[in-house]
């Protein structure tokens, strides 16, 4: 095992809750290294968290957990679990946060019964510390994971929005808006390419009209919008030096399309 365990939640720094699940870590597997990926999740946004788990995980080497907790539904019938998928394990609520993961990635899914591998007196209200902590910590130090509970096949998906894709062009929605305030929408390199060919386009988000995708904010001036395909492989609505969602006033949701001219 990697005995590296990485944390995504939307708990934020204000608070002790992710010092207390480090800490409960440390008391199971003293070794592990813990890599921070994000503690900002807007809060109770399983969106979000799926989103940048999905984007970070098969970067880490071989063994790696990951500990995600955004989890709204903390102390109601939701299930907590464990996946592995591919080389990675991942634990936390069964609440459409690995979404993006295992309708994507073929998976081996257990619902954390065995409190064995759990703290202690458990709180209604914060399983990040009490079961997904120690069970990280124990899957960090190489327990197997069908030890951990039972097999789990019917996991609750997150209903992802899906492109459309007509004669016309397509159209899309955002799915994240990052610190920068960059659009990630949910319309991938390779379906503009696949489907509109390097066709004269216009792209519509918001009020706002662009004429082409280019390659990086720096290709137009200081302040204006761009659309390129950033580091995701997603289409993305930036301002060179600027923040998109705040200038061009579009939230999380929003609609945008891209018409092929005639």
Partial sequence: MSQIITLTTDFGLQDHYVSAMKAVMLGIAPDVRFVDVSHEIPPQDIMAGAWVIKNSAFLYPPGTVHLVVVDPGVGTSRHPIALKIEDQY????DNGIFSLLFKEYDFKAYKLSNSTFWKQGVS???HGRDIFAPVS??????????EIG???DDLVTYHWAVPIADRDGLQGWVVHIDRFGNLITNLSGDLIED???KKIVKIYVG???LNKIVSTFGDVEEGEPAAFIGSSGMLEIG?????????LSVDKG???SIVLQK
């Fill in 254 to 256: 929003a609609q945008i």
């Fill in 137 to 146: 910590a124990h899957l960090s130090k190489g327990v197997p994971i069908h």
């Fill in 150 to 152: 039972e097999p789990i």
């Fill in 90 to 93: 991942f634990v936390g609520p």
């Fill in 124 to 126: 209604n209200t914060f």
């Fill in 195 to 197: 489907h509109l060919k």
């Fill in 239 to 247: 301002i060179n030096k600027g923040n998109a969602a705040r200038m």
């Fill in 207 to 209: 009020n706002t009209m």
